[in-house]
């Protein structure tokens, strides 16, 4: 059985990588990593999460996300193996310890006698190896520059990362512990703020310096990670419906709503970092400490990491991809993770799962069948290789999967029925493939 190259440590690649291992087949597991790292690279493990700790939704019966992870802990996700047992208090969320989540997985994959781990940048891409690029969407200028010549031009767009907050300095006698609605074990951090208050916040929003952006080639920002600025630019009132908003934050000290509230979120287990929700940015650091500050909970906050931006890149995979996540002019190589247009952590490692479980069928001579649509792994790989003229990033959501073949007026229950049906496809599919 020939070598399997993946290049990038990922998520996608980490994922594809244990799957692939685990089933005898070896692995060359290439990242630049620990000799190289991106501008928003902080350590030297795999599997590093550099945008949020929170992995979204665990709901399975109410959210796509939720429903994603199912199916994927179902088929035997490392990613999510590791985020359930390094989980921290998150409301219905499931967020994570980001240390004790990379040190997982990476431990996971330097105890697999199959996976060979390079440290190197890779800049050519041979089309008669098998290949998985998962190289991310901070793939460097080389290689990207090769994998132009396999797909054509790629689409790039700006992604912005929120500042980590101590807890310690942030003014509890002007916040207060709770989560929406009071769903979920009251986990996050409100920040409200009055009227006057958010006005003047947003005056020096709009005016504050940004950072200068270097290495790009258009400005281009995805709404998915919209840094909090150019939000602010869009309306007075766009935060307050936004990273901002108040609806469902009752005040213990009023017994009302604020005007505007900003959420802040556990980033590790002891409770000692807390992310800014919803406020990635480009500021100057200088400007994120004078700007922040206006919000009175954070009036004396000190920062474990300021907000950064750098680029994400993604390629046409509607052109050029099979529903397998394998090229359709070069069917040894493989993408997978947010280089193939899917949005957000757990989607890009679903996307190295599924891309390592067909290509084992392959490499065992076996007929590849690939997932049902009706499951949310499907119906992500449906989206991203279905004709799009206007092809943009997408993330898990009930929107993507096929109608049920009735007609359910309530909303809750037809997600219900969605996961329902998405489950027992799930359930049909492990057993073809023959997972235990």
Known sequence: MQKVKIIGGGLAGAEAAYQLAKRGVKVALYDIKPLQKTP???SDKYAELVCSNSLKSNDVYGNAAGLLKE????LGSLVIDAADKT?????NALAVDREKFAEYITNKLKEEENIEHISEEVTDIDTDEYTIIASGPLTTEKLSQNIKTLVGDGLSFYDASAPIIEFDSIDMENAFFGDRYDKGNGDHINCPMNKEEYLAFMDALRSAKRAELHGFENSAVFEGCMPVEVMAERGLDTLRFGPLKPVGLTDPKTGRWAYACLQLRKEDADGIMYNMVGFQTN???????RVFSLIPALKNAEYFRYGVMHRNTFINSPKVLNPDYSLKEHDKVYFAGQITGVEGYVESAASGLMAALYLSKKLNGEKVE?????TVLGSLAKYITTENKDFQPMNANFGILPPMDRIIRDKAERKRAQAERSLAEISRFKEDMEIE
């Open 40 to 42: 928003a690279h902080k």
């Open 71 to 74: 199916e994927m802990r179902l």
């Open 283 to 289: 500021l100057l650091w200088g400007e994120q400490k």
């Open 370 to 374: 690939t997932v049902s649509d009706k």
């Open 87 to 91: 989980r921290v208090p998150a409301g």
